[in-house]
């Protein structure tokens, strides 16, 4: 099936709308779990692995996670499972929000 570029520029703007749509409501759950940042200034940096400085994100995936963590993704999953990581509520993915990752660093130490 061809698309026109009317078709493409509209499907674009549709999928755009909704993946704000959708990060308002991983906001909103965050909100009622109590994980979302009270400030809405930006994050400061934080050093990625090399040292280079990386603006810090509010949500990662269990790839991310791990990496960040320097553990396997399935370690990741057993955390979660576990109960000692918590996820953010999402229908399509799994989350992990920043301040629970350096929550749960901390817990390591």
Not at 64 to 67: D, F, G, I, N, P
Not at 98 to 101: A, D, I
């Given at each position: 099936m061809k698309m026109t570029t009317d078709q493409a520029v509209k499907l674009a703007e549709t999928l755009e709308?909704?993946?704000?749509?959708?990060?308002q409501d991983v906001m909103e759950?965050?909100?009622k779990t109590g994980n979302e940042p009270r400030s809405t200034a930006p994050a400061p940096p934080v050093l990625t692995a090399v040292?280079?400085?990386?603006?810090?994100?509010l949500l990662y995936n269990i790839k991310?996670?791990?990496?960040m963590l320097r553990v396997s993704s399935t370690t990741i999953t057993r955390f979660i499972h576990d109960g000692?990581?918590?996820r953010v509520p999402n229908y399509y993915r799994v989350l992990i929000s920043?301040?629970?990752?350096e929550r749960f660093a901390k817990t390591l130490e």
């Open positions: 709308m909704l993946m704000e749509i959708q990060a759950a965050m909100a040292g280079t400085p990386e603006p810090a994100k991310e996670a791990a990496a000692r990581l918590r920043g301040k629970e990752l």
